[in-house]
């Protein structure tokens, strides 16, 4: 059983957990996930880790409250156990031989792009940090971001907070400036990292983008996240979930990735709806 080692509401409907798991805490890297079951019963639901502790024991993931499983995981406490915890899985992230870079992070997607921030600047990269919310109020690993970056910049849409305006527009600002990246990494919503690809594409920058948002049961088994990369049939969870930005089929890959949302949506309400009548 995998203990729940330390429970932090980061927001209302985002939460971390760190979760004892000396086995996979010893093999992580960053870009990985792990897939877990709260209970026998439980469905498997793949969640990329956010850090790792090889001498603690523990792994840290980040969580959204958005469907049936991390519902169900967000009624447990620090203490209690989850059924599965395995991993890590996935290709991880390649880091090593960038002089210089920028990570562009959307939403909860900021809690992928963090370690791989992290590992970009421990190995020697000079960093430059892009982070969007919608608003003030969600924005999540700010001082995390900011320990790691020598260059960091935050993004609202409503201009809460940061400057207002898109990651796209911040980072097309840093690259007109004359910042020479050996790579741009990005992770987020669907949308966002198109439009990331789309920006860096006329200036021949390689971009890497995580598509973990669209896996949906982390084996390749349900084919859910299948991508077009290059005119060649692609799996996130078993080919990435890290792919060359200017090669995906973005049109397939934010109507799988939308189609996907509306699923969940609606199972995540039956589920709440099911839940509620067991506990009255």
């Known amino acids: 059983m995998y203990r729940i080692v330390r429970k932090e509401s980061l927001r209302p409907i985002v939460t971390l957990y760190e979760i004892e798991a000396p086995l996979v805490a010893k093999k992580a890297q960053p870009g990985q996930f792990i897939i877990l079951r709260v209970d026998e019963n439980g469905e498997r639901i793949p969640i990329t880790i956010n850090d790792y502790n090889p001498e603690k024991g523990t792994v840290t993931i980040i969580v959204q409250t958005v469907g049936s499983t991390t519902e169900k995981l967000s009624h447990l406490n620090e203490g209690d156990c989850l059924h599965d915890f395995v991993g890590p899985l996935g290709k991880a992230t390649e880091t090593e031989g960038k002089k210089k870079v920028a990570v ?53 849409d409503d201009g809460s907070y940061g400057r207002k305006g898109l990651v796209t527009e911040a980072l097309k600002e840093l690259i007109d400036e004359g910042n020479q990246y050996d790579e741009v990494f990005a992770i987020g919503p669907m949308v966002m990292m198109k439009f990331v690809s789309k920006t860096t594409e006329p200036y021949g920058i390689p971009t890497t983008v995580s598509m973990s948002p669209i896996m949906i049961d982390g084996t390749g088994m349900c084919g859910g996240c299948r991508l077009s990369v290059g005119g060649e049939m692609k799996f996130a969870c078993v080919d990435g979930p890290d792919f060359d930005g200017h090669k995906v089929d973005w049109n397939l890959a934010v109507k799988r990735n939308q189609m996907y949302q509306e699923f969940e949506k609606h199972k995540h309400e039956e589920t709440c709806n099911l839940f509620k009548k067991e506990v009255q």
């Open 104 to 156: 562009v992070g959307g939403g909860v997607g900021c809690a992928i792009a963090y370690p791989v921030l992290k590992k970009f600047h421990d190995c020697g990269a000079e960093v430059h940090a892009i982070v969007g919310f919608r608003s003030k109020d969600l924005v999540i690993l700010e001082d995390d971001f900011k320990k790691s970056s020598d260059k960091f910049i935050v993004c609202t």
